[in-house]
């Protein structure tokens, strides 16, 4: 089940924070509970993502992306993530996730969210998303100068770049398996 309460207490907690600008990171606090473990103890890998959410929500929050939504009557879609878990998260540990827009070209938001145990990052997410208007992309250049960006996209990173490329000759619809 989607953690509602959970979205709701990110929300109530970054109300408070200082708006941030577009290419500004993110820091948001959570504990690893007993329902986010799976059979092995450790956080589930559909709950990290489910945890990732809540990261991007609290970062539009804060870059002013959730009030342009309800303004324009946009949404949002992820339409691709690559994920890579590098340590276990346990049950009651601390994280610190780390969320910020690494760039955009002209369909796509990219976002980098990694989580923090103490020092060491124990998972990071690379997401594709698109803020959405009846059922196609909205421009990212009209999304970003809504939020206040005025220049052009900035420069993506290169394995970011790499990623893109990769992803634009991974067939679609996949075969089916033989």
Request: charged letters at 20%; hydrophobic letters at 45%.
């Given at each position: 089940m989607y953690p509602f309460v959970r979205l709701g207490w990110q929300m109530l907690k970054t109300r408070s924070a200082p708006p941030l600008g577009v290419l500004d990171p993110h820091l948001s606090h959570h504990l690893c509970l007993p329902w986010d473990l799976d059979g092995f103890g450790e956080l589930n890998n559909g709950r990290t993502l489910t945890l990732y959410?809540?990261?991007?929500?609290?970062?539009?929050?804060?870059?002013?992306?959730?009030?342009?939504?309800?303004?324009?009557?946009?949404?949002?879609?992820?339409?691709?993530?690559?994920?890579?878990?590098?340590?276990?998260?346990?049950?009651?540990?601390r994280i610190e996730m780390r969320t910020r827009v690494a760039g955009w070209d002209e369909r796509f938001f990219y976002i980098v969210q990694s989580m923090w145990v103490d020092d060491t990052?124990?998972?990071?997410?690379?997401?594709?998303?698109?803020v959405v208007a009846r059922g196609r992309a909205v421009p990212t250049q009209e999304v970003a100068a809504e939020l206040g960006w005025?220049?052009?996209?900035?420069?993506?990173?290169?394995?970011?770049?790499?990623w893109i490329e990769a992803e634009a000759i991974r067939p679609w619809p996949p075969a089916a398996p033989d």
């Open positions: 959410d809540l990261g991007r929500f609290t970062l539009g929050a804060r870059v002013g992306l959730l009030a342009a939504l309800r303004r324009r009557r946009w949404g949002l879609a992820v339409a691709g993530a690559s994920i890579r878990y590098r340590r276990r998260v346990t049950l009651f540990q990052c124990t998972s990071q997410a690379l997401l594709r998303t698109a005025t220049g052009p996209a900035p420069e993506m990173p290169d394995w970011i770049a790499a």
